[in-house]
């Protein structure tokens, strides 16, 4: 008799390498762990998260670099992944683990055990563990402090642009990305809008910057998920403090403005509520700053006063905790409202 | 502003004690655990696990005890869940926590932390941590011998009874079960319907006997989840034996025969392949037998030779691995086949 799970866990104890031949076969994965551990888990459900008929392979990238994300923010090195999958029958389950499977290796981990269920769509969960590196601090939500100097990872909306180009017809085949011809666009506006659907598609979560916060003295992090307004309010309100930030500074891809402009969005709207920017924003003593080649940027200061402002031409507005909320319903009003595609594709 | 998730997470920072409020609030949680852990992750999905409507606390107390499950077989004592829950605006995700918190207090466990995504149905996502016991060892599924004797840790078949009684209109409301009168059983039957109900909603996960296991010299066991005849195929690959089971001795709840006749199944087909026992089966020494209040059956032996025979009173039977398999096409035609009800409540 064959047997379909059984058959993805003996492929699996083959392709995955001698750990997870060790490690996947029994009710729990069995480890041993010493020290300090950060543990995250993160799905990924078509319709929420992705459009239907995204490659299974691409999803399990997508998947697995938003899950780092989370422990780029807490400084953590990644280790172990466990992965629960459920999906309807015939769909290529495979696909999605040989997706993971390079991104995996790439950061030395080891896929140590899952669940595999049947499904009314494709969806699955991963939960990560990773081990607070040797030297190293936890980066927590709680570590700003007035007078810290706020810091952003890299280009904030163009996630968010590259989601509103798939809902109108962009799509990724085989690494390459088509945009429709009736988007109209340019050939500089292409070349920025594959980079966004890229970007959308397979963000590159920042762990070694992670890392270094946390070899600092003191660092705040926070994993730009559900877009900066809302996510700064977070950091913010985690660490019992307030902020200004400078709109002009906000770091955004080149070309972006004249994009989102062509998506009939207001760029710097999106910049600030996109959501799934996946870069870190981080608070650092003033005076401390990232290296170089992070690309990181200043984009404003942590106050004591518990309020936040965005410091625009026009003079200083009140800026509020607008973003991607799951159980929020007026959240989802309000970008329909909008006139916004109905595929959104939020995270956290 | 009002944001949903936000509520949510203050709320469970509330509401899940001082350990809680100190993981819940960064992008990961953050541990420290020595020593050696167990990890396990299993979802429950609507349509899939559970019908339409089912209460979510329940979901809760089922989601846990499904997941406890694991951790008994390996002989782990629960420490840590992380929930990833998604589900559509509106439904009330506090009732799934609701559902989980005594059960995570009755195990000493804390909730670490989580992912909250909306879903186009309700589906939850929970992994556990759980440590080896002091002087306890893992217990595995490779650790059965030829010569070992077969054990079982309950009642089998009662679970898919209680699914089948569902999928035709039995209902759990607040606390009680309701069998439809069109069912038409007699009293005594309404009780042992009922019971079912209870059974397949909340299994009662053997963790004692888990633990049990692990003090032993030697012990070998796996969750019963997707039926005996497939998950003790799964132990006894795992070991490279085989077994002989005696049919007669497979432990089925008083009342059961008939029961499962009532609904037009046969007693020893849903024993074997109904699944979702959430008991233990384990293979122990000849000679070494677990003490009486674990109410554990003695139910065959394993065997040198590779092949897995049912011993019947009309003599020995080869015993296939059918049961549920998440994977595979033929598995659900077969059962479709038969006439069975579309609602299928499957889960490993």
Redesign the interface.
């Given at each position: 008799?064959?047997?379909?799970?059984?058959?993805?866990v003996a492929w699996l104890r083959r392709s995955f390498g001698p750990t997870t031949r060790e490690l996947v076969?029994?009710?729990?994965?069995?480890?041993?762990?010493?020290?300090?551990?950060?543990?995250?888990?993160?799905?990924q459900?078509?319709?929420?998260?992705f459009p239907a008929g995204l490659s299974p392979r691409l999803l399990g990238q997508r998947l697995l670099a938003v899950n780092l994300?989370?422990?780029a923010?807490?400084g953590?090195r990644p280790a172990?992944a466990?992965?629960?999958l459920?999906a309807p029958?015939?769909w290529p389950?495979r696909e999605l683990l040989r997706g993971l499977r390079p991104g995996l290796r790439r950061h030395g981990m080891v896929l140590?055990?899952?669940?595999?269920?049947?499904?009314?769509?494709p969806?699955a969960?991963l939960?990560?563990?990773?081990r607070r590196p040797p030297r190293g601090r936890?980066v927590?939500?709680?570590g700003a402090r007035a007078g810290d100097r706020l810091w952003v990872g890299g280009f904030l909306g163009e996630s968010a642009a590259g989601q509103r180009l798939m809902a109108r017809g962009a799509r990724w085949e085989a690494g390459r990305v088509t945009i429709p011809a009736q988007l109209d666009l340019e050939r500089a506006e292409l070349a920025t809008a594959r980079r966004a659907v890229r970007r959308h598609l397979l963000p590159e979560p920042q762990l070694e910057l992670g890392e270094w916060l946390g070899k600092r003295r003191r660092a705040a992090?926070?994993?730009l998920s559900?877009g900066f307004a809302?996510d700064l309010h977070?950091l913010l309100e985690?660490s019992g403090v307030g902020a200004e930030v400078v709109a002009d500074a906000l770091p955004t891809a080149p070309g972006f403005p004249n994009l989102a402009s062509r998506l009939g969005e207001e760029p710097l709207e999106l910049a600030l509520g996109g959501g799934e920017d996946y870069v870190l924003l981080f608070a650092l003593p003033e005076g401390v700053a990232p290296p170089a080649f992070f690309d990181a940027t200043e984009v404003g200061r942590v106050t004591r006063r518990r309020e936040v402002a965005l410091l625009t031409r026009h003079g200083p507005r009140p800026l509020?905790?607008?973003g991607w909320?799951?159980?929020?319903?007026?959240?989802?009003e309000l970008h329909e409202g909008r006139g916004r595609p109905s595929l959104r594709s939020?995270?956290?």
């Open positions: 008799v064959v047997s379909g799970e059984r058959d993805l076969g029994d009710d729990a994965a069995l480890l041993t762990l010493r020290g300090d551990w950060a543990l995250t888990t993160d799905s459900i078509e319709g929420v998260h994300s989370d422990l923010a807490v953590a172990y466990l992965l629960a459920s029958r015939g389950a140590a055990g899952g669940d595999v269920a049947s499904g009314p769509v969806g969960t939960t990560l563990l990773g936890w927590r939500r709680t992090a926070i994993d559900d809302l977070r985690a509020p905790p607008t909320d799951h159980l929020e319903e007026s959240t989802l939020p995270s956290r």
